[in-house]
């Protein structure tokens, strides 16, 4: 099948077609650059806000800290598992055509987010949202590439990345002030402009484009990879809330999980496009990156989710506080990358992909420190400025590697399958570290509870909210010396969850490390050679 090519001629219309080979006017280009930054600026910045707002929307909905986990996890759920597919069906049906429905959609979930009157249905726009974003965000890239010609399309995708390290930089700052002046609504009512600005000057200005082999879409992989990754995902997050009685439901879906990501690799070995190709990873080096990938976007993720829910509910910043004290992370990596790639050019790409984990473990470590006190330059700003240089040092040479370790044509699914490694890095690690999070911290409350000869109602109250973590309400019926004890206990306690969890992800970064020193790594100059 080959592309549908229609004069390029009157602006506005939606029947402009031009095939992957034959770039757009000159004169579209900077607008079709200006509608894909604006609709992945959503996407970056939404997955940023969120975790800034977590303590907002806990205590305004009364939530349990797994709420919490699903409000990202079904977004994460969504985006990772889908992401491939999405890809696919730009390539197949048009990729403006679907850029243009995942913008509509994720408007229109963040419409129902920013209403939302319960938990359940935030949960559930969530998860719509993840599906707006599955099938816009592939097709940022693609869009990029079919309209730009080759000579200056790099130049074109470094814009884009660029101004989208600065949205995700700037996401938790903005969406902190927002929480602060208005509501945790703001987070999500901010897409709304976002969302119209770049479905107008795609209307106007981006031409429609395909590929010229379209593959068809691999609807069962998608189908079981998303429904295995949600039992294991439910599993995970449920094992430490249960009673004697729920063991059978989570044991069910660990097994009924499980069994669908084994069918789902059954069924990339038999159909004819796969999402994702087993060839490639079969190849030692590119399975050895993307589980590099896995356990230091796990780190990442995981540290993302914590760290705002410590500083606003332990350290008592306000939500701008909060987004403030993690702009260092975003600007660090957005703005060191560049050169983190040209250093790799140089001295190959080994040094890095060990030194950067290494660092981001210290990082994470450095937040076990601090204890309840500690201005921010003290307890913060070292170990988040760490955690930002270790990933600055590690993304360029850990993306270009993974690109080096396939051959050309295979480049496109070699990138959606890193990229998907990395969301679903985030989903699980929130799953992780939320479960390992609450049994510290129910056991720790016990210990710390338990000296303080509190009343055996009030006991038995606090501990009964122990899956709400540091927002465990406490027992209006104590007198002032009672509640501050208490409340000094529910701190300590959230306080031993946060060190374990943080001590976990330095474990997963230096786990990246590790693989990095047992890879052959070829050279870029040497994967050039190769290639050529």
Do not use: K
Request: aromatic share 6%.
């Amino acid at each position: 099948m080959t592309a549908t090519h229609r004069p390029y001629s009157a602006r506005g219309t939606s029947a402009r077609e031009l095939p992957c080979d034959a770039p757009c006017p000159p004169q579209d280009r900077p607008y079709v650059l200006a509608a894909t930054v604006t609709a992945s600026a959503m996407a970056f910045i939404d997955g940023t806000v969120v975790h800034v707002a977590l303590p907002a929307i806990q205590a305004e909905f009364g939530t349990s800290f797994a709420g919490l986990q699903w409000i990202v996890n079904l977004y994460l759920l969504m985006l990772g598992a889908l992401l491939l597919a999405g890809g696919a069906l730009g390539d197949q049906v048009g990729r403006r055509r679907i850029f243009m429905l995942g913008i509509a959609l994720f408007a229109a979930a963040s419409i129902l987010c920013a209403a939302a009157p319960t938990s359940a249905m935030l949960i559930t726009a969530r998860a719509v949202q993840g599906l707006g974003a599955a099938l816009m965000v592939p097709q940022s890239l693609a869009i990029i590439a079919a309209s730009f010609p080759r000579a200056t399309r790099g130049r074109a995708i470094g814009t884009w990345a660029g101004f989208s390290a600065l949205t995700t930089a700037l996401g938790p700052p903005l969406g902190g002030l927002l929480i602060d002046l208005l509501s945790w609504r703001a987070a999500f009512w901010i897409n709304l402009p976002l969302a119209a600005v770049s479905l107008w000057l795609t209307w106007r200005h981006v031409p429609e484009s395909r590929s010229s082999r379209p593959e068809p879409v691999d609807w069962a992989g998608a189908a079981t990879a998303t429904l295995g990754l949600g039992l294991v995902t439910y599993a995970l997050t449920m094992w430490p809330r249960i009673d004697d009685g729920g063991y059978a439901t989570v044991i069910a879906a660990a097994i009924g999980g499980c069994a669908l990501l084994a069918a789902f690799v059954a069924i990339e070995r038999r159909v004819t496009a796969p999402m994702m190709p087993p060839a490639l990873l079969a190849d030692r080096t590119f399975a050895g990156l993307n589980a590099m990938t896995l356990l230091l976007y796990a780190a990442l993720g995981g540290t993302l989710f914590l760290l705002p829910y410590n500083l606003i509910q332990l350290h008592h910043y306000s939500a701008t506080a909060a987004g403030l004290a993690m702009l260092p992370l975003g600007l660090t990596i957005g703005i060191l990358s560049r050169y983190s790639g040209r250093l790799m050019d140089r001295i190959g790409p080994r040094i890095q992909l060990v030194a950067g984990p290494l660092l981001v473990a210290l990082g994470c470590s450095g937040l076990a420190l601090p204890g309840l006190q500690g201005g921010y330059a003290v307890t913060f700003l070292v170990p988040v400025a760490l955690l930002g240089l270790g990933m600055a040092t590690a993304i360029s040479p850990l993306t270009t590697s993974i690109m080096n370790a396939v051959h050309e044509d295979r480049s496109g699914a070699a990138s959606g399958i890193n990229n998907a490694a990395s969301r679903i890095a985030g989903l699980l690690a929130v799953a992780v570290v939320g479960a390992v999070a609450t049994a510290v911290f129910t056991l720790a409350l016990g210990d710390a509870l338990q000296p303080l000869g509190l009343p055996h109602a009030a006991l038995q109250q606090l501990m009964a909210h122990a899956d709400r973590l540091a927002e465990v309400p406490v027992p209006a019926g104590l007198d002032a010396a009672a509640r501050a004890s208490a409340q000094a206990g529910i701190d300590r306690a959230f306080l031993e969850a946060f060190r374990v969890s943080t001590l976990l992800h330095a474990a997963c970064a230096a786990g990246a490390a590790l693989i990095a020193t047992r890879m052959f790594l070829p050279s870029p100059a040497a994967a050039r050679e190769a290639a050529g």
